[in-house]
């Protein structure tokens, strides 16, 4: 594949690994994580984990149960590798997963890029990261004819730049006709004892339940809290504050312990809907 090519065609960089590279296969995984007779909501945006979903997918699968998936959605997740620009997107084409293509929705992508200046368009932050891939299986499967809006957010960015990158999403959602949902991707506490995991990670699930983004950011640097997308939640709450968000509520909280049985080092996962 030339170079052309990977930027009009994503390959799934995880697929096999952290989720079934079968689709039927993959499918039956996320029919048995979802909640079919969940009442759902309209929502603003969600708080989604983004580990193997052998690990955080029930919780994923729970909180996008308990909201109604518009046709356009904007996902927002950290890069766990350097990233030369604050908030990196892919402006045109499609990512692929085994259920099929999503394409990106150029048009929202364009009113971004144009509304600030620290969103640039950077294919190789998106090449193998996972943190928004994992979440495509559950969009796709509950709307069959998604967009999206792939942003990939440094972990270098400070309060400010996420609350500028936040006001102007919000603009720019306004402006635009269609219901969209933002998807914030981020995984809490990493590799430590689950009860301590569990008590740092409520800080942190308090802050988002309050909408208080400034407060989030200051809690998990205080409180040392190893939560990788911090960032882009913090962004999504700026932008979900200004598009009208008034009510947060944690649909499901877990860790990797409950799964694997080892409660000595484990991740913390929490599926929020905001609304």
């Not at 052309?4 to 079934?20: M, T």
């Not at 914030?184 to 569990?198: F, P």
Request: a negative charge; aromatic letters at 6%.
């Amino acid at each position: 594949m030339n170079n052309e090519d990977w930027i009009l065609k994503r390959k799934a960089a995880v697929s096999g690994s952290f989720y079934p590279g079968i689709s039927s296969d993959l499918k039956e995984m996320v029919e048995s994580m979802i909640q079919p007779g969940r009442d759902k909501k309209k929502a603003v945006c969600v708080v989604s984990p983004h580990a193997g979903l052998v690990y955080s997918g029930p919780v994923a699968g729970a909180v996008f149960s308990s909201v109604l998936i518009p046709e356009t959605c904007v996902l927002l997740g950290p890069s766990h590798r350097h990233s030369p620009v604050p908030f990196a997107v892919m402006r045109e084409g499609e990512w692929e997963t085994p259920l099929g293509a999503v394409s990106i929705h150029t048009d929202l992508v364009d009113m971004l890029l144009e509304d600030n200046d620290l969103t640039k368009t950077d294919i190789t932050c998106h090449s193998q990261e996972h943190s928004l891939e994992v979440q495509l299986p559950f969009l796709q499967y509950f709307q069959p004819a998604l967009r999206f809006i792939p942003v990939c957010v440094s972990s270098e960015t400070r309060i400010d730049e996420l609350e500028l990158f936040g006001e102007s999403l919000a603009r720019c959602l306004k402006r635009s006709v269609e219901d969209v949902l933002i998807v914030a991707s981020t995984d809490l506490s990493h590799y430590i004892r689950r009860e301590e995991a569990r008590r740092l990670d409520f800080l942190a699930i308090q802050r988002i339940l309050d909408l208080d983004a400034v407060g989030l950011y200051k809690t998990v640097l205080g409180s040392r809290i190893s939560m990788c997308g911090y960032q882009p939640t913090v962004a999504a709450l700026v932008a979900s504050r200004a598009l009208g968000a008034s009510d947060a509520e944690l649909i499901r909280y877990q860790t990797s312990g409950d799964v694997s049985g080892d409660y000595d080092q484990v991740v913390g996962y929490a599926g929020i809907r905001i609304i």
